[in-house]
């Protein structure tokens, strides 16, 4: 009989599995999120590892070779400048990577501060907060970016040099204007968090607003902010490339891939694929991006926490 | 429904005043101010001395304070006399009363300082609008002939090969950075030099300006259809391209809006109860599902019409396209800054309009919303 | 099509609707099978997630994906509804069967009138103008007691109470006279006094116009009052079938005496029991034997004599009497 009664048990009880296990089994069925990840890695491991693959200095100028095409010297010619094309590449997927993470750390980061305050005091708090979202969600991104970083183009920051100074400008003024989306985000979890009981529980126990925003609510929000992040890391790389493409983001001789599309745009018919590259990696990037954020949403669906 | 309209006209003359606002101080206190750009790139011989420049900021009123440019940039300076405030007034407006009577509340921005010295900033403007107006019409409408059917299509055939193919695009479509696509566009349709043209025989097409300069050259598609330059034939094949462009984003974007638009819907019992009353599927998608799901998507696309403005500065750009995006584009480059704060305020009041008729279409198209 | 006096209108014949989801397949409806003669009132009763909608639905062929109709018959008339091509079945949806819902405000499309909504069944089947399907769509909101009906066919449906509401969908319904009407758990969302007039209504338009109803419901209240017959469902089968009379007087299947509040076992009166321990099975990792065994009190009961059968074996339905029929090792 006691045999029968746990067989039937057995039956009707799912088996319990770890949160990331079924997480990452949920992503591995999604083919493409899993070629995006594996783009993704590349390119991340050609950012760390550009010293090393690197088979020049992209910032060495060879003004004898001036514009070359390909050669087993130089697998995709040289630039206006004399530069290597491949090292200038490889480099530029440093700067642009790291623009993007930069960029979306500081910015997912205060959104999800902001958005917490915002949802878990409520009030004037949130609706003032509230009204500052709606606004900046509704502002035309693009021109506005282009302002203010024309506006900022000439500041060179102490200590570093003007094109430097360039890549850190770029990194503040698309912070400033990307936080809203995780603001909202973080805010609605919140909001729907707030009235239940282990917030009662928290307080009883005498944890402080602050603490049980830090504790509590932004870790039950972490679903949503990953998402949120890698979708948004595709479209820092796309804002950062056109700023540098148009000439009022990262300024040369620093390499991205958005100057070396601005560069290359004059030779484009003698030497196309020196335009196609660079806008390619562009698109490759932020495609996966892309890919790799619905994978993880479909992966980390809230109906699997049942 | 008037009570809400007064209390709304009123918000958005706040928030206009607001932006405006906004726009002048982060234009004016730019590091080294407006002028600081003055003498970039100047050699020696051009080099403007500190005399010159005080007298360049006494003609333009930058000697006033922040404060008071920022109220004549807003209202003209014609009344300053009349409240005993003279002194702020500029030599050029006592000597020339069309000086005074100027403001952005006449929708007068001022002068273009570079890019067409001495012209009006207006009128610049006006002479560029009917181009973007055309462009941002062309590229929305074929966006929405585009999304809406395949948004709708893969809602219905959900996981069909044709919703996947449709899911590519749209992911395709939102990680294209637009400027590459353009060159990208304007390699393969750039005729005799494009191998796409040689070989395949893809169509030769107008990659720049808004309308043809010169007789059309043999083999392009304005040489088959006999377009004379500025013919409104002319123009319209001078809209390909960018048009193209320019809605990728939009068609990407606006048909996932379709789709989970269409798919909530279509799981909302009333399209069950339609299916139960005996209405054809066809009927059941297209009048019962497809008139809730527009309610969301109408306001979306009508908020995203600032945004289409400013996806029209990179198009433009890119195609040398002489509208109000190549304008802003232009003035950035020069430091053209009444030229860049007339663009930006004419933005806002877009984004405000925008925010206003969302509002307004949404009690139209959904009985459930009442304005008060 | 006779059996015991009246006409056999709808028999449901071992059908199965099973949802393909991700988790694996969800076996809704496991072969069920039932009758509903003329005019006659059967309640098909069950916890929620027991498969009533699905029957239901699966009748009307309104089953969308990932849900599928594996197979069975749903002989209607004498016509296999299931083999009917789709322009056939779209005909007598809304004509000759119909079918009400359990939240009526959405089920009412929220962007047209109800004057609208209404006439469109007989622009759609009758072919009437506009104009005349509104004339007709008034006269329905009198027939189903809605006041001021000319002013009431320009309203949108957020403006209707949910009883009112729940009146329009029943004229909507009943607008072509149809055989055969499902209530699927039609006042399950409204308030209780509001429930009673509608129950009402619907008796009243029933005798009127001597349509049978499937009435879908987990009160055995409305059913004692409603229902000539009754069959109870469990986790995708019919458990029990019988009239309601005898339902109540001789309640078998341990599952339908919890339903109806007390556990009376081979003669012993046991104290009353509020709730049926347990809940109803995971519909993917079904249990071999007797779906109800793991929740079932009188399989420990009875343990001596059963053995563990009711684990591994799934019960027929056995015959128990004139028209009862009870899935249950039991009544072997």
Known sequence: MATAELRAEALLTVREESYLLIVWRRFRRHRVALVGAVILLAFILIAVLAPWIAPYDPYAQNLLLKNAGPSPAHWLGTDELGRDVLSRLIYAARISLTVAFVVTLISQTTGALIGAISGYFGGWVDNVIQRVVDFMLTLPLLPLLLTVSALLSDVTLPGLTREWSSVVIIILVLSLFGWMGSARLVRGVVLSLREQTFTEAARALGMSDLQIVIRHMIPNAMAPIIVSATLSLGTVIILEAALSFLGFGVQPPVPTWGNMLNNAQADMWTQPFKAIIPGFCIFLTSLSFNFVGDGLRDALDPRLKR | MINYLIRRLFQMMVVILLSSMAIYAIMNLAPGGPLSGINLGADRKSRLSPEEIRRIEEFLGLHRPLHWRYIVWLLGEDWLDEVGLKSLQRTSCREIPTECTRGVIRFDFGDSWRLAAGQKVIDLIWFRLPNTLLLMTSATLLSLLVAIPIGIYSAVRQYSLLDYAATTFAFFGTAMPVFWFGLMMIFIFSGPRSPWHQVLGLPYLPTGNNYSLRPPQPGSLLYVLGATPGSPLDRAVHLILPTIVLSLLYMAGWSRYTRSSMLEVLRQDYVRTARAKGLVERVVIMKHALRNALIPIVTILTLEIPGIFSGAVLTETIFNYKGMGRLYYDALQADDWPVVMALLFITALLVVFANLLADILYTIVDPRIRLE | ?332
Not at chain 3, 13 to 26: H, N, S
Not at chain 3, 41 to 53: D, M, N, Y
Not at chain 3, 136 to 160: F, K, N
């Open chain 3, 1 to 332: 099509m006779q059996r015991d006096g009246r006409e056999i209108l709808l028999e449901v014949r071992d059908l199965r609707t099973y949802f393909f989801t991700e988790d694996g397949v969800v076996k809704a409806v496991d072969g069920v099978s039932f009758h509903v003669r003329r005019g006659e009132i059967l309640g098909l009763v069950g916890e929620s997630g027991c498969g009533k909608s699905v029957t239901s639905l699966s009748i009307m062929r309104l089953i969308t994906p990932p849900g599928r109709i594996l197979g069975g018959q749903v002989l209607f008339d004498g016509i296999d509804l299931l083999k009917l091509p789709e322009p056939e079945m779209v005909r007598l949806r809304g004509s000759r069967i119909s079918m009400i819902f359990q939240q009526p405000v959405s089920c009412l499309n929220p962007v047209f009138k109800i004057g609208d909504q209404i006439a469109e069944v007989f622009q759609v089947h009758e072919g009437l103008s506009r104009i005349e399907g509104w004339k007709r769509a008034i006269e329905l909101l009198q027939m189903v007691g809605i006041p001021d009906p000319e002013r009431r066919a320009h309203s949108y449906p957020h403006e209707l109470s949910g009883g009112m509401a729940q009146r329009v969908m029943i004229a909507m319904a009943l607008a072509l006279g149809p055989e055969l009407l499902i209530a699927d758990e039609p006042t399950t969302a409204l308030d209780v006094t509001i429930q009673a007039q509608i129950l009402d209504l619907m008796r009243e338009l029933q005798r009127r116009m001597h349509t049978a109803i499937i009435l879908i419901t987990h009160d055995m209240g409305i059913v004692a009052e409603m229902c000539d017959r009754v069959a109870v469902m469990y986790a995708g089968q019919i458990i029990e079938e019988a009239d309601v009379r005898t339902i109540f007087a001789d309640p078998q299947h341990p599952y339908t005496r919890g339903l109806l509040g007390s556990i009376p076992v081979m003669g012993v009166v046991k104290p009353r029991l509020d709730t049926i321990p347990g809940t109803v099975p995971n519909l993917i990792n079904l249990p071999p034997g007797c779906r109800f065994a793991p929740r079932c009190q009188a399989r420990l009961e009875h343990q001596a004599r059963l053995g563990n059968r009711c684990l591994e074996e799934n019960p027929p339905l056995f015959h128990t009497g004139p028209g009862h029929q009870v899935r249950c090792w039991l009544y072997r």
